[in-house]
């Protein structure tokens, strides 16, 4: 497929030296159409404004425990922020998360990908039947919030078929695991199949290094839907000439560090680590992840997998001590997440699990605070 840089390569001033086009996809297949902005919580609300324009409807289905952003168009959409806040709007349409290490199709499941998809069916359906109109699905192309999940390959292909048969559009929300990242791919959503493409991604975080830029890419058939009101997307400060020097700045690191062939050796190597404490250490039930996003799920029973909240704000405690900066994710508060910046090392992989050894190991002689926390015979 066609691949080509984004816009915000194409209109920097002259002043500013172009450079060769990466190998990288930029932006992947039909999703040719770019807007520049500055944040992630923008990219979104575009995102959401865009889907609306395109397919004339209004409501949305989201996954449980998502965040997409802090605009109060998207704590409606974040059920992670929403249940705290003002609760679930009527157009907002909750389907389950695709976890299968504690959902409702586990690992055991002949094929929780179209499990899980037929659960989106099934609410699809429900909005149906009361005259709701379906203008989008949004997802995470690796529910970070959720705990660290790995949607099971082929779950975003069978969505999107039941999302666009519905008349909406599938919305890949790449902006914690975007650009190499998952090492495997440039792009998260990637991980679910080479011929899927969403209609809309929105970027941002990792485009910049933590400089405020953001992106979205869309077809063109959706570009023109939102372009023919009339009511053009302006952003002062999106765009600028300083962020698209930060932006190619970013890309050429990428580039010349090789970071996303980086980001799959140390996550290799990091969960190869991870596993081994798993077998020694029972409170930790499963390590999931791919390249360098990976989740660590802490349990207090093997048995019902119950979540080990209060253990796993115990060890990020004691690995902050060690200057360690690790937090917790995912509904019960129990996943450590491990999403370090791309440059992390292999030595810095070992060190981190030696400590986390180091501490799980003291835990077991004097926390002992759950089942899996009890010395074995």
Excluded at 47 to 67: E, K, N
Excluded at 118 to 146: D, M, T, Y
Excluded at 191 to 207: A, R
Aim: with cysteine; net charge neutral; aromatic share 8%.
């Amino acid at each position: 497929m066609a691949l080509a840089l984004p816009d915000i390569l194409r209109n920097l001033p002259q002043t500013f030296p172009r450079r060769p086009a990466l190998p990288h996809p930029i932006c992947p297949g039909k999703c040719q159409h770019r807007l520049r902005l500055c944040s992630r919580s923008e990219a979104n609300d575009l995102a959401l404004r865009l889907a609306r324009q395109y397919t004339g409807h209004w409501d949305v289905v989201v996954l449980d425990h998502a965040y997409h952003g802090h605009l109060s168009s998207l704590i409606d959409i974040s059920p992670y922020k929403f249940r705290d806040l003002d609760g679930q709007k009527e157009w907002v349409h909750v389907a389950p998360l695709p976890d299968t290490y504690r959902g409702p199709y586990r690992e055991d499941h002949p094929n929780p990908a179209v499990a899980y998809a037929s659960e989106v069916k099934r609410v699809v359906g429900s909005a149906q039947e009361k005259g709701r109109k379906i203008a989008a699905f949004f997802a995470e192309s690796l529910p970070s919030v959720g705990g660290q999940i790995i949607p099971p390959a082929g779950y975003f292909p069978e969505v999107a078929g039941h999302i666009r048969r519905a008349g909406g559009v599938f919305v890949a929300d790449e902006i914690q695991v975007g650009f190499g990242r998952v090492g495997k791919h440039f792009w998260a959503f990637q991980l679910q199949g080479e011929d899927f493409v969403p209609d809309i991604v929105t970027m941002g975080k990792s485009i910049g290094n933590g400089h405020p830029v953001a992106c979205v890419a869309t077809t063109h058939a959706v570009a023109r839907a939102f372009e023919a009101t009339g009511v053009e997307y302006f952003n002062t400060f999106g765009g600028s000439p300083v962020s698209c020097a930060v932006g190619l700045a970013v890309l050429d690191v990428l580039e010349k560090e090789q970071l996303q062939a980086h980001a799959a050796s140390v996550g290799s190597l990091l969960m190869e680590l991870l596993g081994q404490q798993k077998a020694k250490h029972p409170i930790l039930g499963d390590i999931r992840g791919v390249g360098l996003f990976i989740g660590v799920d802490l349990i207090k029973d093997e048995a019902t997998r119950m979540p080990a909240t209060e253990e796993a704000d115990y060890v990020v405690s004691r690995l902050k001590e060690n200057y360690i900066l690790l937090s917790t994710d995912g509904p019960g508060r129990n996943v450590l997440k491990f999403k370090p910046p791309m440059c992390f090392s292999l030595d810095n992989a070992r060190h981190v699990v030696a400590k986390l050894d180091a501490i799980l190991t003291d835990m077991e002689e004097k926390v002992r605070s759950c089942k899996t926390l009890r010395l074995q015979p």
